[in-house]
Each structure stands twice: as structure tokens, then as C-alpha cells.
């Protein structure tokens, strides 16, 4: 489905929005978050997986969710995923998100344990299907964000 685009020049006339009203949030990174985003403006997808009892927290948090141990290591992911489900926005978002209309918010399951809530990127709207395998791409979003997003790893469903 190609969708149409929307012409935001109109959307922020009609509405009387200012380019204020139209700047994305990002994330804040936070102390324990830090390393994730740092490694992310590398291209590399990294989780927080705790030192005493293994289990991998995303989004990283202070101390391990399972055990409350706060030792830890930061371990490189496979940068691959599998699609849990989906929904594809075509309206009644946020005006920043306007222009990206319509687009894709996802449950991707990792193979290394955590569910992540990320864009769909490259992809045909057709062919989304739960299930589907999925490949992680790093979307330069500000010199200091950086934010991973997944696409078909199959080529034929890509759009
Ligand atoms: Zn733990």
C-alpha cells in the first residue's frame, strides 16, 4: 500500500502550526541507558545483560529486573529479530509524525530474550506478517540519536 504523503506545509497552514509544533521527542539517555545509545550512534545494537544471573533487560534499566543485581555487561545482539505484531499508523498521531504517515510501530522479538517496540522501516505494508524475519537498520535521527529500527530481511518484501 503506497499510501499518500501529506503535505505538511499545508497541514501547518490550515492548523496554524509553528515548526516548534512539528519537532520530534527523542529519547534522553540516561546514565544506564547511555552505552546503548552511544553504541547505536555506532550502528551497533547492544543490551544490558546482567553479570549474576544472565537475564537481558530492554530497555536497559538501573539494576536487573530479574534478580536486582546491578552488575552487568553491555553484549553485542545478533541484529537479528522475528516480527510479534504490528500496527500501521495512518492518522491521530502526534503532528511531528505527520509526515511519515503511514508507518509502522512493532513488538519485535529478539532472539536474545527481550521484546522491542520499534519501527518497520523498508517494507512493503502488503507483506508485514507476524513472524517475519527482520533485520536491524540505524536510523541517524540528530547528530546525538540514533535510533534502531528493523526491516524485511527478505528482499522481496521490502517496499
Ligand atoms: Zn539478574
Known amino acids: ?3 499518500e504523503k501529506i503535505d505538511i506545509e499545508t497541514i501547518k497552514a490550515m492548523l496554524n502550526l509553528s515548526d516548534e509544533d512539528l519537532v ?7 546514565r544506564w541507558s547511555q552505552p546503548f545509545w552511544d553504541a547505536s550512534k555506532e550502528h551497533r545494537l547492544v543490551l544490558k545483560k546482567c553479570s549474576a544471573c544472565g ?3 530492554h530497555p536497559p534499566y538501573l539494576y536487573c529486573t530479574n534478580c536486582h543485581a546491578d552488575e552487568h555487561e553491555w553484549v553485542e545482539a545478533s541484529g537479528k529479530a522475528t516480527l510479534a505484531s504490528y500496527a500501521i499508523n495512518t492518522f491521530g498521531v502526534p503532528f511531528p509524525f505527520w509526515v511519515d504517515l503511514p508507518y509502522v510501530v512493532a513488538m519485535i522479538d529478539l532472539p536474545e530474550g527481550p521484546r522491542m517496540i520499534s519501527n518497520i522501516v523498508e517494507c512493503d505494508h502488503d507483506k508485514l506478517e507476524n513472524g ?4 536491524v ?10 535510533l534502531p529500527k528493523w526491516r524485511p530481511v527478505d528482499k522481496t ?3
Open 24 to 30: 520530534k521527542p527523542l529519547p534522553i539517555p540516561t
Open 132 to 135: 517475519m524475519e527482520l533485520e
Open 157 to 159: 518484501k521490502r517496499g
Open 137 to 146: 537498520v540505524f536510523d541517524d535521527v540528530t547528530d546525538e540519536i540514533t
Open 55 to 57: 537475564y537481558i533487560d
Open 1 to 3: 500500500m503506497a499510501g
